[in-house]
Nanobody
Framework: QVQLVESGGELVQAGGSLRLSCAAS????????MGWFRQAPGKEREFVAA????????AYADSVHGRFTISRDNAKNTCYLQMNNLKSEDTAVYYC?????????????????WGQGTQVTVSS
C-alpha cells in the first residue's frame, strides 16, 4: 500500500512558477515509478510527466515539455513537479500517481496509487 499526498498548488500569475510536492508513505517508494497528471474543469484527466524509480528516465507531455521538470528524492520519499512559465491553460487539479513497476508509463491505467490532488490556478 502506498499513500500519496500532494501539496504546493496555489493561485499564480501567468509566467510564474510553482513547485508541487508528492509525499509518499507505505511500501518502498524507491521501487515505484511516479507520475503527475492533471484534470481541468470539464476535461479528461491527462498525463503531464513521469519518472522512473531511479530518476534516470523521464517523460513529458508535449504541452509542458521545456517548462515543467519532474524529479524525485528517494531518501525523502518525495516526488516533485517544478512548473515554470505557467500559462492559463495549466489551470487544473494536479494528481500524483505511483506505479507498481520501476519503469515509466504515461497512461492512467498503468498507475495504481493516486493522491487526492492539489489545485493550481493560473491567472492571465
Amino acid at each position: 500500500q502506498v499513500q500519496l499526498v500532494e501539496s504546493g498548488g496555489e493561485l499564480v500569475q501567468a509566467g510564474g512558477s510553482l513547485r508541487l510536492s508528492c509525499a509518499a508513505s507505505g511500501r518502498t517508494f524507491s521501487s515505484n515509478a511516479m507520475g503527475w497528471f492533471r484534470q481541468a474543469p470539464g476535461k479528461e484527466r491527462e498525463f503531464v510527466a513521469a519518472i522512473n524509480y531511479s530518476a534516470g528516465d523521464t517523460a513529458y507531455a508535449d504541452s509542458v515539455h521545456g517548462r515543467f521538470t519532474i524529479s524525485r528524492d528517494n531518501a525523502k520519499n518525495t516526488c516533485y513537479l517544478q512548473m515554470n512559465n505557467l500559462k492559463s491553460e495549466d489551470t487544473a487539479v494536479y494528481y500524483c500517481a505511483a506505479r507498481l513497476r520501476y519503469s515509466i508509463a504515461t497512461a492512467i491505467k498503468d498507475f495504481f496509487y493516486w493522491g487526492q490532488g492539489t489545485q493550481v490556478t493560473v491567472s492571465s
